[in-house]
Structures are given as C-alpha cells and as structure tokens.
C-alpha cells in the first residue's frame, strides 16, 4: 500500500514551493488547493503532477506573478475577462467566486476568460459550487493545441476540450470531467512515460493508422475525438460546440495568431442556483431519484454501476479524513522538486 500524506501538509507544500518564485501567498494557496482538490478526487493526471509544470511557467514569466484580469466585459449575469496568462487556477477561482457573489441575485451567471494560463483539473474547481448547493457547468480549450482528429481526417485540429458538470444530488453530487478526445493526453504521456500501451487503440499515427502506441502520438499523430474510429463524430461535433462556447464567445481562439500561447486556455464557465427556478428540495428530489435509479440498475455479468460523481466524492472524503494516497510517479516528482528548491517533503501518515 502506498504512503498517505495529510492533505493540508501537500498543500502547504505546493504553496510553498509557489510562493518562492515570488507569487503572492494568498494565490499560491488558491493553486495549491486546486491542484491537491484534484488528487482527492483521483484526477491525479492534472492535480498535484502540474506543480512542476507551473512553477516553470511562474518562474519564466510564461505566467505572471501580478495584476488582475482585464475585464472586457460586464453584465452582471455575464461577464468575460482577459486574464493575459495569469495562472490558470487563480484567475478561475477568482471567476468562480465573482459568479457565486453574484449568483443570488442574477440566479444564473456566465462567464467566460481568454488567454488563461492552463487551468489544469476543471473537477478541481467544482466542490465549492456544490457546497453552495448550485449546478456548474466549466470547459475549456486550448487555443494553441491540435491534438484531437476530426471524424475521418489525418489532420488534429481541436485540443481534448474537456467538460465538467455538479449538481447536487442527496448523499453525493452528480459531478464528472471529461474530455472531448477518447482519452486525455495527460494519460498518452503517462503511458509513454512508463512505457507501456494504451488499453485501445485510441491514436492515430501521421497517416491515419489506428494506434494503441503513444508513440504515434508524440510523432505526429492524433488522438481520436470521443466515440472513436467509429462514432467520432458525435466527439468532433461536441468539440466543436465547446469550442464556440470557450473560444467563440471569450472572442480569442482559432481566427488568431496564438502559436505562442502554449497551453493557455480560453475558458467557458456557468453557475446555475436551481432556486431561481423553484424549490431547491424538488430538484432536490429530482437530482436524488436520478442517483438512486441509477444505482438500483442491473449491472452487466462482471460489471459495476458507476454514476459519476459517487467514486470521485466518497474518495474525497476518505482522502481528507485518511490521507491522500499519491500516484508513484508524483510522490517522486515532488520529493525531486523538494530537494530542488530546498523544502521539505510531508512525511507520511501511514
């Protein structure tokens, strides 16, 4: 079994190490609490992995350490921000609370950001939306990124366009995150990086040969859009729609010179209180009857029900009260960058 760690002590940690590039300490907190949210949930290919990631762009100036968004515009049910590559899970949380401020008197509140240093685990910004009792609804895209092939095309053209959703539900939130692309290139590049296959063929290599080896990605290939060789069409057209919504509506995207943006995002973001369209208790009721159909399901032969959100809350929950429980590859990536910036590592739990 592998060690656990207070999670209070890896945050403090990834603060630490965030806020001696000179970052102030309330937005090295506010990163650090994004990315550990993440590892909670077992989103552990975008949480506490991205640290090194963003203290490189922090450090290069790739992010900025100070300023506000620009605001370009605002409605009060509406607003979209220039964040001019501030760092991604800083500029979204201060969105998110901008939204939740508002949301009891607009009842739904849309916003979107461009240029957006990337925003890493979008399920990592959705427990303090649920714990408001609200419905979100966050994507993202990648304006510098062709990574995801079109239905019946060589060529990539979008990037994995994730999507998350929350809404209350009773014993725990319907809550999941998914991309656009089959598979998320986070999981490509951990394949890669421990050498072994994908579990299908989810790459495309430079010709357009079906592929299960990430090597046809990082040589040129693409990964396919959700539903696959087969039915990757209803993926690309969901992409393209995400792409309208984060891109399209932030003003900033594909029509733009953006080949030095990197993995900056345009981001996509609504927050909906379910008492401005009536009684909480009979969505309430709603959201709960949905959970617990789906849980009384007959399972497939070998099979298990999984309703998004109960796996991803209940590990939260453990990992808070128990320990959080690193996936192998982070706790050496951290305990190299301890060692690098002269911190120590959180010694383990158990």
């Given at each position: 079994?592998?060690?656990?760690y ?12 965030f ?7 309330e937005?090295?907190d506010v ?24 203290l490189k762009?922090?450090e290069?100036?790739?992010s ?34 901008q ?12 916003a ?15 427990p ?5 009792n609200?419905?979100?609804?966050l994507?993202c895209?990648?304006?510098?990124e ?7 095309c ?8 994730p ?7 009773g ?8 991309s ?5 290139g986070?999981?490509?590049a951990?394949?890669e ?24 990605f ?11 060789a ?10 393209a729609?995400l ?10 995207g594909?029509a ?7 993995e900056?995002n345009s ?7 379910p ?6 208790q ?6 709960a ?42 706790t ?9 910036y ?9």
């Open positions: 079994m592998s060690n656990r207070r999670a209070q002590d890896l945050k403090q940690f990834a603060a630490d190490l806020a001696s590039t000179g970052l102030a300490r937005r090295a990163m650090a609490e994004t990315f550990l949210q993440a590892d909670l949930m077992g989103f552990t290919t975008h949480g506490l992995h991205r640290v090194a990631s963003n762009w922090l290069s100036g790739a900025r350490l100070q300023g506000e968004p620009n605001v370009l515009s605002d409605r009060g049910n509406c607003f979209n921000w220039d964040a001019d590559f501030l760092p991604g899970p800083w500029v979204v949380n201060q969105a998110i609370d939204a939740l401020e508002r949301i009891g008197e607009q009842g739904v509140v849309t979107t950001i461009r240029r957006s240093q990337h925003i890493a685990c979008l399920a990592a910004y959705l303090k939306i649920v714990e408001r609200c419905v979100g609804i994507t895209s990648t304006p510098a062709e990574t995801v092939s079109p239905q019946g060589k060529t990539p053209l979008f990037s994995a366009n999507i998350a959703f929350c809404a209350p539900a014993d725990y939130p319907l809550l999941f995150d998914i656009m692309s089959v598979t998320a986070g999981y490509v951990r394949a990086r421990e050498g072994k296959k994908l579990p299908e063929q989810y790459l495309k290599d430079r010709d357009g040969n079906l592929s299960d080896d990430p090597a046809a990082t040589n040129g290939g693409s990964i396919l859009p959700v539903g696959g087969d039915h990757g069409y209803k993926g690309a057209a969901l992409s729609m792409e309208v919504l984060s891109m399209g509506l932030g003003g900033y594909r733009d010179s953006v080949a030095g943006d990197d900056a981001v996509f973001l609504q927050i909906i209180d008492k401005a369209f009536g009684s909480e009979k969505f309430l009721r709603q959201t009857a949905l959970t617990h159909l789906w849980e009384s399901c007959e399972p497939e032969d070998g099979g298990s029900v999984r309703v998004p959100g109960k796996r991803a809350w209940n590990l939260r929950s453990d990992q808070l009260e128990n320990g959080v429980s690193l996936y192998p590859t982070i050496a990536d951290l305990q190299a960058l301890a060692q690098n002269g911190k120590a590592f959180p010694h383990p739990v158990s």
